[in-house]
């Protein structure tokens, strides 16, 4: 990976490439083993890990451009949730080594190191406020003697400091634990202090559903190829060929991909964010494999309406229900993708009740297919 992509990723002029910032809270709402899953698989981090690669040289001048291409990399692997050493994403969940193990990995309770509130401090100050704390800290950090406590003035001073922004909360909830209070009494004070801080800021309980996740996350791996804790893009199916392999209908399988794309990244699918996340994995000039076919003919902006023409819409063999399935943007499965599934049924000789069933087992449409087949000139009729 060059520093190419690094700047794509920083754009704020071109969204093609540019890191989709993972929403607040998502990953942390996950259980742990399920953040690790989906940030190793987010083709982002795959990107980044190990980069920049070690060097060997002791020029000073490449010794600065390593630690700004670690400084980038830890900047971008903020915004899709991850802080604290990189582990290949190789690494099982169980393999996990105690001194490796982040602290964002461990609960949706978990202690916070003095660089952790440093650093909720330096991104939530205000300017005049961090001026005020670089002298006190700097006025602490003088020597001490028997009749000078710098660090117990520098205290009392932060105190007398009038600054709005230190006296606010951050966005991170953090809370002072008496270490002797009963269980009890500890999850009944939590339970009001997250109401509250929920209340303020507007935030909803998040449902989870970890009992479907790694049903998920298997159709993802067989979706876009991951195996060994990396993508092969000789790996990859389509939805047809994935449900043909699990049994279940594309209807199934498209839905369970959706769920997973929102799992790994945080959004809801569309086909311009799965270009934004997988592009650069997948279509840039630094790409280590070859693009494959299906990446190439995966949908990269939705459907939209389409105008129908005039002899299509006087046409009597045409019906409503033609122009409806034409015109109308197609929420449940791209337009492109259902005619390759619709494609390859065909090519294995399925007639339209098949193919209605395979694809929408609660409401079966026929005569959907087959004007999907009339619609189409390159689908026998």
């Not at 490449?62 to 830890?74: C, G």
């Amino acid at each position: 990976m060059t520093i190419k992509i690094i700047l794509s990723h920083l754009s704020k002029e071109d969204d093609n490439f540019a890191i989709l910032d993972r929403p607040p809270y998502q990953l942390r709402n996950l259980p742990v083993q399920m953040r690790w899953e989906a940030t190793r698989r987010h083709p982002s981090y795959q990107l980044l890990w190990n980069y920049p690669p070690e060097v060997s040289s002791t020029a000073p001048s490449r010794i600065d451009l390593n630690a700004t291409q670690v400084m980038l990399r830890q900047v971008l692997l903020i915004k899709i949730g991850y802080s604290g050493p990189t582990i290949s994403p190789s690494t099982e969940f169980n393999d996990i080594g105690e001194d490796e193990f982040p602290e964002w990995m461990s609960g949706s309770i978990h202690p916070i190191s003095t660089r952790g509130m440093l650093s909720i401090a330096l991104l939530t100050l205000s300017h005049a406020a961090l001026k005020d704390m670089a002298r006190l800290f700097e006025y602490a950090a003088k020597e001490e003697s028997e009749d000078d406590d710098f660090r117990a003035q520098a205290y009392f001073s932060l105190l007398r400091v009038a600054d709005e922004s230190l006296d606010q909360y951050p966005d991170e909830l953090i809370v002072s634990l008496a270490p002797q209070s009963s269980v009890k009494q500890f999850q009944a004070d939590a339970k009001a202090i997250l109401a509250r801080f929920q209340e303020h800021r507007n935030l909803h309980p998040a449902r989870t559903r970890a009992d479907r996740y790694e049903d998920y996350l298997r159709i993802w791996d067989m979706r876009e190829g991951w195996c060994h804790g990396q993508y092969q893009s000789e790996r990859e199916m389509t939805l047809s060929q994935i449900a043909s392999q699990t049994g279940d209908s594309i209807k199934t399988i498209h839905n369970r991909y959706r769920s997973s794309f929102e799992l790994i990244t945080g959004h809801k699918y569309t086909p311009e964010l799965w270009f934004r996340v997988m592009g650069p994995l997948r279509f840039t000039d630094d790409e280590l494999q070859e693009i494959s076919i299906i990446s190439k003919r995966r949908p990269r902006k939705s459907s939209t309406r389409q105008e129908i023409p005039d002899s299509r819409l006087n046409n009597p063999e045409h019906d409503d229900t033609l122009v409806t399935s034409k015109t109308q943007e197609d929420n449940s499965l791209e337009l492109a993708q259902m005619r390759l599934d619709v494609q390859s049924l065909i090519a294995k000789g399925w007639d339209n009740d098949r193919i209605a069933r395979e694809l929408n087992p609660d409401e079966p449409h026929p005569d959907i297919v087959q004007k999907f087949r009339m619609l189409y000139q390159d689908l026998p009729s």
